[in-house]
């Protein structure tokens, strides 16, 4: 067995920032049981006759990935909380903009698209993206 099995992948290299990895894994937090929230109740297709906001199975997914382990886990391997491939202040404002727009918006339109609430979701997923 090949010892490279075991290695994780190498993370970006990014700016240990201790006060920023406590504010963005409360913010993460309540991002996620706000993304979560979002899913809950919304009717499976094949058990009515009104357009589904989400299939049940993608519901169930998105559920999965939103629990709060796995949501912050997920988020702690980002360049978003390693402040990594973009300037840290830049990270840390499209973040809060982005998050707190998220947090403050109502299920109708979270359930449209996060991307649609606010400029900084858009440019949060191109810095979660980006890579050197």
Same mark, same amino acid.
């Given at each position: 067995?090949?010892?490279?099995? *075991?290695?994780?992948?190498n993370?970006?290299?990014? +700016?240990q920032?201790?006060?920023?990895?406590?504010?963005?894994?409360?913010l993460?937090?309540?991002?996620?049981?706000?993304?979560? @929230?979002?899913?809950?109740?919304?009717?499976?297709?094949?058990s009515?006759?009104?357009?589904?906001?989400?299939k049940?199975? @993608?519901?169930?997914? +998105?559920?999965?990935k939103l629990?709060?382990?796995?949501?912050a886990?997920?988020?702690? @391997?980002?360049n978003?909380?390693?402040?990594?491939?973009e300037?840290?202040?830049?990270?840390k404002?499209?973040?809060?903009?982005?998050?707190q727009a998220?947090i403050?918006?109502? *299920?109708e339109? +979270?359930?449209?698209?996060?991307?649609?609430? @606010?400029?900084?979701?858009?440019?949060l997923r191109? +810095?979660?993206?980006?890579?050197?």
């Amino acid at each position: 067995m090949s010892s490279s099995f *075991c290695k994780k992948n190498n993370l970006p290299p990014g +700016i240990q920032d201790d006060k920023w990895r406590e504010e963005s894994s409360e913010l993460v937090s309540a991002y996620c049981q706000k993304l979560a @929230s979002c899913t809950k109740g919304v009717k499976d297709s094949s058990s009515s006759t009104e357009p589904p906001d989400l299939k049940y199975s @993608s519901q169930e997914l +998105i559920q999965e990935k939103l629990k709060p382990a796995n949501c912050a886990e997920k988020f702690r @391997s980002s360049n978003a909380y390693l402040l990594a491939n973009e300037n840290p202040e830049t990270i840390k404002k499209t973040v809060r903009g982005c998050f707190q727009a998220v947090i403050g918006g109502n *299920c109708e339109k +979270i359930r449209k698209g996060v991307l649609k609430l @606010s400029e900084d979701c858009v440019r949060l997923r191109a +810095i979660q993206f980006k890579r050197n």
